[in-house]
């Protein structure tokens, strides 16, 4: 069910990008005005959801995920009806508040139901849901907007969300109150060492070390994951002038193999652990190849001026490497997500989720503006995707500076709520300066 909803909810994301050839003419919007939508989403995502992590570990996963799910959905469905610039912001807005619940709840749902040896490949598991709405968004997006119109398209979508709800209802249920988990597995879940029930504040969140670190790396390389996710329709239309059939052929496979990093970096990392690396250690080494697994990337906005590479139309070349990228990505966001759950005590781990995940759109939403910026002046990508293409390995020399040993922090010391605010007040002030 959390990977249904996954899938869901980047289904919902996605489709925005993928119908930006169908829209922006009559709309009237600037490479910059994309921008902006894009921003929209990620600040509303990112700020809501550092609170929703909170309110997530206080009234369960049911309720939590069930609600968040209801708005984002409504959400999608209030695209059809937007007229101009501000209306498409609004509702991108709502859209990320309504989405923000997602990865929380689903990080809080692999630690409750797996033990920790076991916790990166469910996390891979449920992450390919992403890749999955990513693929199927280009399939239904353009296959809808060219038949009936890029309206509609938003309230399929939504529509198809709204399925899910009823089984999320009826079947969910922790491991404790669920009919279906026996002693034994129940044992098995529980086989990592015991923590006490209590709520993780927000001075005592980030009084942890590694929080800090791990915000970072995921501000750095989450950036270019939304700018795959955001920018590459229009890339491929405005660059190598595709059609809308080679966009619904193009962009599923990148999301394919993004499918397969998932699980694979998941599993890799697992792997290292079950034959007696240290947790950190394996963790890192598999992020380290998924960061030089990126790095081709840096190359891709150049073969715009290249007809073919040994042969092979250039075209299919950018789709091949960004596709190696977003499946790099995905292993490498596997295994920081794990790494959340390796050192935030177990009662604050959707708030961890969600307070990183916030700190992340920080940056995502600085990219986007360079993007936007870059794209309108220059006309050219070359710039974005070779920044696309360092920051892993920039990202992970600083998880390595703030997280150099990986263990559980035990959550009992507070930090200065106030120096942190100031923190993340100059962090909004640099990016509406941007």
């Known amino acids: 069910m959390v990977f249904y909803a996954m899938t869901v909810n980047y289904l919902d994301r996605s489709v925005f990008s993928l119908l930006v050839p169908f829209f922006e003419n009559?709309?009237?919007?600037?490479?910059?005005?994309?921008?902006?939508?894009?921003?929209a989403f990620s600040l509303s995502y990112g700020l809501t959801m550092a609170f929703v992590g909170r309110a997530i570990d206080r009234v369960g996963i049911k309720r939590g995920l069930g609600a968040c799910f209801m708005i984002w959905n409504v959400a999608s469905i209030a695209h059809c009806f937007v007229g101009g610039l501000g209306s498409f912001a609004f509702v991108r807005g709502l859209l990320g508040i309504?989405?923000?619940?997602?990865?929380?709840?689903?990080?809080?749902?692999?630690?409750?139901?797996?033990?920790?040896?076991?916790?990166?490949?469910?996390?891979?598991?449920?992450?390919?849901?992403?890749?999955?709405?990513?693929?199927?968004?280009p399939i239904l997006g353009v296959a809808i907007a060219t038949t009936f119109g890029w309206r509609v398209c938003f309230v399929i979508t939504g529509v198809i969300g709204l399925l899910w709800f009823p089984f999320w209802k009826w079947l969910y249920a922790s491991p404790a109150e669920s009919p279906r988990v026996s002693e034994?597995?129940?044992?098995h879940i529980?086989?990592?060492?015991?923590?006490?029930?209590?709520?993780?504040?927000?001075?005592?969140?980030?009084?942890?070390?590694?929080?800090?670190?791990?915000?970072?790396a995921k501000a750095l390389s989450d950036a270019p994951w939304w700018f795959y996710l955001t920018w590459m329709p229009k890339f491929l239309t405005d660059q190598f002038k595709v059609s809308p059939a080679f966009m619904a052929v193009a962009i599923p496979v990148i999301y394919v193999i993004a499918d397969v990093g998932s699980v694979l970096g998941g599993w890799a990392s697992s792997r290292l652990i079950a034959q007696g690396m240290e947790?950190?250690?394996a963790r890192k080494i598999t992020m380290f190849g998924a960061a030089l697994a990126v790095t081709p990337v840096m190359l891709v906005g150049w073969l715009v001026d290249v007809p073919n590479v040994v042969g092979i139309?250039?075209?299919?070349?950018?789709?091949?490497?960004?596709?190696?990228?977003?499946?790099?990505?995905?292993?490498?966001s596997a295994n920081l997500f794990t790494l959340i759950s390796d050192t935030v005590p177990k009662h604050g781990i959707?708030?961890?989720?969600?307070?990183?995940?916030?700190f992340s759109m920080i940056g995502v939403s600085a990219f986007q503006f360079i993007v936007g910026r870059v794209v309108q002046n220059t006309g050219s990508y070359v710039i974005p995707f070779v920044l696309a293409g360092t920051l892993y390995l920039i990202a992970l020399f600083f998880l390595q500076l703030m997280v150099p040993k990986v263990e559980r922090s035990e959550g009992k010391r507070t930090a200065n709520l106030g120096v942190v605010g100031l923190g993340v007040a100059a962090l909004l002030a640099a990016l509406f300066y941007l």
């Open 26 to 39: 009559e709309l009237r919007l600037s490479p910059t005005d994309l921008a902006l939508l894009n921003v």
């Open 98 to 137: 309504g989405e923000s619940g997602m990865y929380p709840s689903a990080v809080k749902t692999a630690t409750e139901w797996f033990p920790q040896r076991e916790r990166a490949t469910a996390n891979g598991i449920f992450n390919a849901g992403a890749n999955m709405g990513a693929f199927l968004a």
């Open 184 to 187: 034994a597995e129940l044992a």
């Open 190 to 216: 529980h086989s990592d060492p015991q923590e006490p029930v209590a709520t993780l504040s927000f001075a005592q969140l980030f009084a942890i070390r590694p929080i800090y670190g791990l915000a970072v």
């Open 279 to 281: 947790v950190g250690r």
């Open 313 to 332: 139309p250039s075209v299919l070349v950018a789709v091949a490497i960004t596709a190696i990228a977003a499946g790099a990505h995905q292993g490498w």
């Open 350 to 358: 959707a708030l961890a989720v969600g307070t990183i995940n916030g």
